[in-house]
């Protein structure tokens, strides 16, 4: 599993015609080097203080400061790049995330928001927003929400339960502003809010995708997502 934590210094990427520049730095990086990057660059949050109540609409990285992922990135962690603040003005991406995923031997990578701190109790929000694009338009990810820590699955060794997945999504070359149905789900001591998963990449090239502005929502959810069925306990569907 690779976690990663966020400092408190801030990086800015100018990314624009496959050309990334480091404002921080002056340093020009072009999108093969964005993409064979190592590092996983750092947002500047302090962490909110455990006893200040949630209130809505939450943006998620007030509290969730790091991230989590399993698959790929349990052999090497040159499998998955996170680059935060991004600023891209072809693509209007202010301070988004970008991710870049490269195939390993297992084929598929998850990756969550999360919080070592404590859960938090997200009880009240009815669906959670947000914007997502990809870089050539193709892309097909499955979205996580309301995650709990759990103990490894015999199977799939993970240990994430989430509340909601969505089915496969093909992303376009252009903003999306997407939602995820939360009403009636569990949302007490969430660790993780917000996963995504990669999976199925053609011709195992990396895949590289933006998000921006993953909000929790106490309002009624008007055209969300459709979602995979939820086990119950006697092994069927709800």
Known sequence: MLSSKRSHRTLSFFMFLG??????????????????????????????????????PLEITQFYKEFESEGDTDSGAEHLKIYENVIDTERHCEFCI?????????????????STVKGFDLSGAKKVSFYVMGDKGDEVVTLNAGGKKTLPNVIDKKSK??????KPIKLEKQWQKLEIDLKNKDLKDVTYPFGIQFKD??????????VKWIMYESTEPTNPLPVEPVPNENGGNQ
């Open 19 to 56: 050309l990334v520049a480091i404002t921080t730095t002056s340093v020009v990086l072009y999108l093969p080097s964005l993409i064979n990057n190592n590092e996983i660059h750092p947002a500047g949050h302090e962490f909110i203080r455990e006893s200040e109540a949630v209130h809505f």
């Open 98 to 114: 970008a991710f870049v995923y490269t195939p390993g031997p297992v084929g598929q990578t998850d990756v969550a928001f999360s």
């Open 161 to 166: 339960d989430f509340a909601v997945t969505t």
């Open 201 to 210: 990449v053609k011709n195992g090239e990396p895949v590289v995708i933006f």
